[in-house]
């Protein structure tokens, strides 16, 4: 029979797929091939009963009791080891990722592999600590069969009866070993260090990072009155690399690493040190950044199974993200008698604001109470303004030296008084739960039926409120929405750190972290350098989250026209954000409307299967529990598709109910559909519209229609002949010490209705996160914007970072090229498509700090090729070569090998044996 090679399988289809090959010949070539497809497009979840159980059992030695124990075999008294894969199961459903969990007896079983084919792209395991014998060759063995697996800090390093194993049970495949071969292996850490540019750490910037992780679940985040000091270190398991490749470090160079890969057979292993690498409190944790390396994961393990990410779309239809107006007002009455103007400026620019403040500097300290009630009532009624508390019921329990008109005296969090048990109180809870209590009795009583006890919002003083009991306080309250847990760039459900698999019954709206230099920028004040915000990064920072789809929730303690400490930019995040040009289907809620959404989505639920039939992909979701009719799944596709085809409940789809952003996929389910099937074919670049090689022209000239532009010290693009892609020439600027902007941009192209491809190769020799490169993109007349903010997507070669916002680089804060690659790297990116014919110029902007020179920038090879749809390329019959005689003795085996020539575009390469 004819024979596939499996190179070439693999070449084009991706090696992790089982294969039933249907063979029809024409001279000895494959028309027809149907897929098997065995793994599921999910994401697995490993909790492990195994680890459960050593929270239960009593240590014995050498397993460390004693004070800051907890004298059972899971010792540390930081965190629950249900809190890791609980909070991976709640950031997943946060994000709408469809998942499953597997436990060690399914892992035992074999649960991984089906017919040798990894049954779920990636596996995350975190602190999954005891692991049986029998579940090391299934680990590997899936990891080995194109699987990925996420290994985070301590699992694997136990045996079931709680003793170590000295090391991880696969040290030598994971690349990776402990420091410390016990159960002591813990550090504290607060930093991170970027190693490497790569797919998994590309939004991170460089430089010794502030990773302000929480260092237990009952931490004050802020600490206590007077001092308010910042808790930082987080606990991590120290690691050296034996074979893994070092992306991240918890402190600067030389200290132990954080961050590993290693390819291992057709899969690869990524390893993760902290031991609670998700939940954030307050605003100086980098939740964010963290989450995006479990993001990005998941994105790299469903592109190499060549499989679409399934998801609920965490907003309603018509919106690609969500933007809120948070101000925490404290106990600045002259900003909170001035809400009303500060509302109206957020209504006129199509936003909504939602204000807290110390309720007791009102009722108690404002001279002209009434007119700044009746100030807010106006706000609520015109406006659109919601008006909430930030605790101020009761004094500061915890510092009795604090007198009216004190900073802290009304400004306080519940996790303040739990250890104090204030006169007259049994306890600091209570005394904690009387004061916000209060706090709402205010609001309510001065706004009835504008804000009733059915709709209560709140956020927490130095988002000192993530304790426990402090959790319990806020739902004994009934409160709806708080602000201090974050998981994500979404809204999730409160998550329990005690009660194994609770969620509260109120959603925490996380404040969006972005860095500025090594420190997460908290809010707009220039309060914590070297976080402080300018309008570059404040922009970047929006832009960044619209492109993610999250919630853009930057917050302030000043009004949005200005009157506070952040000044303009509290205007700039309204107009910025609001731009519709800029940031089209942005939707503009308010902390009620969020929730409101949160309890209709929460309750859908996906199940999702994925075939292959040739090229064609056949993907099929069941949806069930929607309660709006704007509720909606997704599907990431992993490389640019072609020959889409929707059907809900067997049904052609109308363009109207789903549209295509990127890569991504988003149908509308409403409350009716109950299934979903998205059909789609590879693409490929077709005919060649536009090539310029720069060969044509004498240096330092550029070809025709193309022109250069330079500000500060950069100079401007020219031609070159010392290092190019093709002879003779490249185009290239240099990157000097100093901060400058050189511009180089195309001739116009007319491009016809449809989708395109942009192709170049380039060589950069950057300072990594320091100076970088972008494109941009000019349609018709309009101004040039980034490539990625029109709609463009990277087939390959895209950004691999973040520019640094500390030294005055022009492009700080965007994602760019940056650092040092080895020669020249092909880019591709998929141009927005076109409804009619429109002239197009691309612009190559490289921007430079104010130190450290670098190569500069080359690119050589700009190519614009249409798209073919591998649905409907022809198929011509192939040239076979003829094959001499041969003569084989009796009973010998003959083996036959050929290869057939392509005429059809794009070609396709057939070897075949035949035996």
């Known amino acids: 029979m004819a024979q596939l090679g499996n190179s070439d399988l693999s070449r084009r289809f991706g090696h992790s797929h089982a294969w039933v090959l249907a063979v029809v010949l024409w001279g000895g070539v494959s028309t027809s091939v ?26 014995t030695a050498p397993t460390p009791t004693g004070s800051g124990t907890t004298g059972y075999e899971w010792w540390p008294s ?58 090391i060759a299934p680990l590997t063995n899936y990891v080995a069969a194109g699987g990925f697996l996420f290994v985070g800090s301590s699992s694997f390093t136990r045996h079931t009866n709680g003793v170590t194993r000295g090391n991880f049970a696969f040290a030598n495949e994971l690349g990776v070993s402990m420091v410390v071969p016990g159960l002591t292996n813990w550090a504290d850490n607060r930093h991170f260090t970027k190693e490497m540019e790569h797919r998994l750490t590309a939004h991170i910037p460089a430089g010794q990072l502030e990773w302000r992780m929480p260092a237990s679940s009952e931490e004050i985040v802020w600490g206590v009155s007077p001092s308010h000091p910042f808790i930082a270190p987080h606990d991590i398991w120290r690691v050296q690399t034996n074979g893994a490749t070092v992306l991240g470090r918890a402190s600067s160079s030389g200290l132990p690493p954080s961050l590993l890969v290693r390819p291992y057979g057709k899969g690869c292993f990524i390893y993760y040190a902290p031991m609670q690498p998700l939940i954030g409190h307050g605003g100086f944790a980098p939740t964010l950044y963290s989450y995006l390396i479990f993001r990005r994961a998941i994105e790299w393990a469903f592109e190499t199974a060549r499989m679409p990410i399934p998801k609920v779309s965490p907003w309603p239809y018509q919106y690609d993200a969500a933007f809120m107006v948070r101000h925490d007002l404290e106990n600045y009455t002259n900003l909170i008698a001035n809400i009303e103007a500060s509302a109206r400026f957020e209504y006129t620019n199509g936003a909504k604001g939602d204000y807290y403040f110390c309720t007791g500097t009102v009722r108690e300290d404002a001279p002209d109470k009434s007119s700044i009630i009746a100030g807010l009532r106006r706000a609520m009624t015109n406006y659109g303004a919601t008006i909430c508390p930030h605790n101020g019921g009761l004094r500061n329990p915890r510092n009795p030296s604090l007198v009216r008109g004190d900073y802290d005296y009304w400004h306080w969090g519940p996790d303040e008084a739990l250890d104090v048990t204030p006169s007259g109180y049994s306890s600091g809870k209570a005394y904690a739960f009387t004061s916000i209590s209060n706090s709402f009795r205010d609001v309510e009583g001065w706004l009835p039926g504008l804000m009733t006890n059915g709709m209560r919002l709140w956020v927490s003083c130095y988002f000192n409120a993530t304790r426990e009991d402090s959790y319990d306080i806020q739902e004994g309250l009934g409160v709806k929405i708080a602000g201090e847990q974050k998981l994500g760039p979404f809204p999730h459900w409160t998550l329990s750190t005690r009660t194994p698999g609770k969620r509260y019954k109120f959603s925490s709206q996380p404040v969006s972290d972005w860095f500025v230099g090594t420190l997460v920028a908290q809010s707009l004040e220039p309060w914590h350098p070297p976080g402080v915000h300018n309008v570059g990064t404040l922009r970047a920072a929006i832009d960044f989250y619209y492109e993610l789809g999250g919630l853009i929730n930057i917050y302030s303690h000043t009004l949005s026209t200005g009157q506070g400490d952040a000044g303009q930019l509290a205007s700039e995040y309204v107009l910025y954000g609001m731009n519709t040009n800029l940031h089209p289907r942005l939707w503009s809620a308010n902390a009620i409307d969020v929730f409101k959404w949160w309890q209709q989505r929460s309750n859908v639920q996906i199940n999702a299967s994925c075939q292959t039939n040739g090229l064609q992909t056949v993907a099929t979701l069941t949806v069930s529990g929607a309660l709006s009719p704007n509720t909606a799944v997704e599907w990431l596709v992993p490389y640019a598709f072609c020959g889409l085809e929707v059907l809900t409940n067997g049904n052609e789809v109308p363009p109207a109910a789903y549209r295509v952003r990127g890569q991504t996929i988003k149908v509308r389910v409403g409350t009716s559909v109950s299934n979903v099937v998205i059909k789609y074919y590879p693409v490929s670049p077709g005919e060649l519209v536009y090539i310029e090689d720069f060969d044509a022209v004498t240096p330092p000239a550029l070809p025709a229609g193309w022109s250069t532009s330079a500000t500060g010290a950069q100079s401007p693009w020219a031609t070159q002949t010392a290092l190019r892609d093709t002879a003779p020439n490249a185009v290239a600027c240099p990157a000097p010490n100093n ?154 085996r003959l083996v036959v090998t050929n290869t057939a020539t392509d005429l059809d575009v794009p070609a396709q390469t057939l070897n075949y044996a035949l035996i």
Not at 34 to 59: I, K, Y
Not at 764 to 773: C, I, K, P, Q, T
Request: proline share 6%; net charge negative.
């Open 34 to 59: 149907t897929l098997g497809q065995v793994t599921l497009p999910r994401v697995a979840v490993h909790d492990s009963e195994l680890t459960r159980a050593l929270e239960s059992r009593p240590a």
């Open 78 to 135: 930081d965190w629950r080891y249900g809190v890791m894969p609980e909070s991976v199961k709640e950031v997943l459903r946060s994000d709408g990722t469809a998942y499953t969990v597997v436990g060690d007896s399914n892992i035992a079983a074999g649960l991984l592999l089906s017919n040798g084919v990894p049954r779920y792209p990636i596996l995350i395991s975190l602190a999954a600590e005891a692991i049986r014998d029998d579940m």
């Open 739 to 892: 901060v400058g902007l050189a511009d180089l941009v195309s001739a116009p192209t007319t491009l016809a209705a449809g989708q395109a491809q942009l192709t170049f190769l380039h060589y950069h020799e950057l300072e990594a996160s320091y100076d970088g490169g972008v494109l941009e993109l000019k349609l018709g007349t309009n101004e040039f914007a980034d490539i990625l903010t029109l709609g463009g997507t990277f087939v390959t070669g895209g950004y691999n970072g973040v520019l640094d916002t500390r030294f005055q680089n022009p492009l700080s804060g965007r994602p760019a090229w940056t650092g040092t690659n080895l020669g020249f790297i092909v880019t591709s990116v998929r141009l927005p498509v076109l409804s009619a014919p429109e002239t197009v110029r691309f612009r190559w902007r490289c921007g430079t700090d104010n130190s450290t020179p670098g190569g500069g920038w080359r690119i050589d090879t700009v190519s614009i090729s249409n798209e073919v749809c591998l649905c409907c390329a022809s198929n011509t019959q192939p040239v076979l070569p003829m094959q001499p005689d041969i003569t084989v003795a009796e009973l010998e």
